[in-house]
């Protein structure tokens, strides 16, 4: 058997071009743009490459975008009264705090000052909670774009097992919600979830987010099932270079799995493309509009 190949790349430019398509009617409505800042503080090169990417995208979908670059010396308390400000700020529907923060600065503490309306990333203990709970609020991005990817590709959720391995805030715990919601019936194995490729060979759907470089082996999987691979791991590719791999043997897997999404052009398009969309329902939702369908 070989599986279809889930175009993330494809997927996230259409949500991209949904969202772009909805903006004029909301500056219509308001008489301004949905507005996003994002702060990053300190060097980290790939933090500063994810930070590029989410300006351009921002507006290229017709949205403000204001980038804050503060230098890696910035205080708690230096970074705290920047959120405050952009809490304040009419112009501003979204806050990214790009992580990581450098380890003098408590991430915690920084999430939690972000008012949850505003909190596009969707870590607040708030939005966290609403979605425990079953509540509207703004959902991870990563997560929530996989889920956009399974209900393409298969539909209706509702009675499919599910097996996701990682339990973090912001992928694997998310993750174990959104599918709960769908009413999946989901099961959240981590490091110390005993006979792991068994577990995994009950999926109907499989989402590993581990951060282990092609971990999930064919062998754990059940024929036909759906594989969304949310790891990014740089290895070194054999030829003196590296490479970019999920957390699952692609080449294997393909031969078992019925959908699999590739690393990249899977999971990680869609986490910028969600970026936007909740930033879109965000300022909807603070300007007392219903965010617009099919987002
Ligand atoms: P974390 O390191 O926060 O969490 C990893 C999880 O995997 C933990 O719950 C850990 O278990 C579990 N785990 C580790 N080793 C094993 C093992 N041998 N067997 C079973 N479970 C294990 O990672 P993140 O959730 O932040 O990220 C996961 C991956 O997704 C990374 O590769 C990251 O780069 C990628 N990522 C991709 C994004 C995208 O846009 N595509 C966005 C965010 C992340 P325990 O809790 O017991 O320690």
Known sequence: MSARVID?????????????????????????VPGLSVVIVGEDAASQVYVRSKGKATEAAGMASVTHRLPADTTQAELLALVAALNADEAVDGILVQLPLPRHIDESAVIAAIDPDKDVDGFHVVNAGRLAAGLP???????????????DVLGDLAGLDAVVIGRSNIVGKPMAQLLTARSCTVTLA?????????????????VAAVGRPEMVKADW??????????????????AGGTKLVGDVDFAGLSEVAGAITPVPGGVGPMTIAVLLRNTLVAAHLRAGLAPPAGL
């Open 190 to 206: 981590h490091s110390r979830t005993r006979d792991l490729p068994a577990v995994c060979r009950r999926a109907d759907i499989l």
């Open 8 to 32: 993330g790349k494809a997927f996230a430019l259409a949500l991209r071009e949904r969202v772009a398509a909805a903006v004029p009617a909301f500056r219509a409505a308001t008489g301004r």
């Open 221 to 238: 999987v059940k024929p036909g099932a759906t594989v969304i691979d949310v790891g990014i791991n740089r290895i070194d590719d054999g």
């Open 137 to 151: 609020g703004l959902v991870p991005c990563t997560p929530l774009g996989c889920v956009m990817l399974l209900e």
